[in-house]
């Protein structure tokens, strides 16, 4: 399952996902871009998606985070997330970064959509440098071989 609010907009998906028994993709998310403090707000949001999960009975073994590029945040934020994903690591939970082809790419390098293949990569390889288990992109064969030098560099002696 796959849920780009985090279990904070449909009051059932929770015990949904919960009885499926089924591994979830929880998202970061806001309704609206209304931080006070950016880093710190993040932080929260992503422990009461958390909470919100383990109180709805998801085995904390079922879930994956999702730091949301792209969803209620700024450019800057959205590197900011990119940059600092390894905060995800001190939930003990998978995450996932899903950058593929995203307006923060676009706006960053100013390109259009099917230009950001470059971007993504980058994007892939920084996930997977910071831990990322997971990656969300459209160009498979590209980002593949892309995660596959990276991880021999990284595992390299």
Known sequence: MNDVWGLMKEKE??????????PCCLMHN????DYTDFASDYRKDIEAIIERAIKSGISKDKIILDPGVGF??????NLY???????????NLPYLLGCSRKSVIGNTLDLPVDERLEGTLV?????VLKG???????????????????EAIKSAV
Do not use: P, Q, S, W
């Open 123 to 127: 994007t892939t390889v920084y996930a």
């Open 30 to 33: 806001r309704t609206a871009h």
């Open 13 to 22: 998906m929770g015990r949904v996902i919960a009885d499926a028994k089924v």
């Open 72 to 77: 209620a945040k700024t450019v800057e934020e």
């Open 132 to 150: 990322a288990m997971f990656v969300r992109v459209h160009d498979v064969k590209e980002n593949l071989r892309a995660v596959r030098m990276a």
């Open 81 to 91: 997330v990119i940059n600092n994903l390894d905060i995800l690591k001190e939930f």
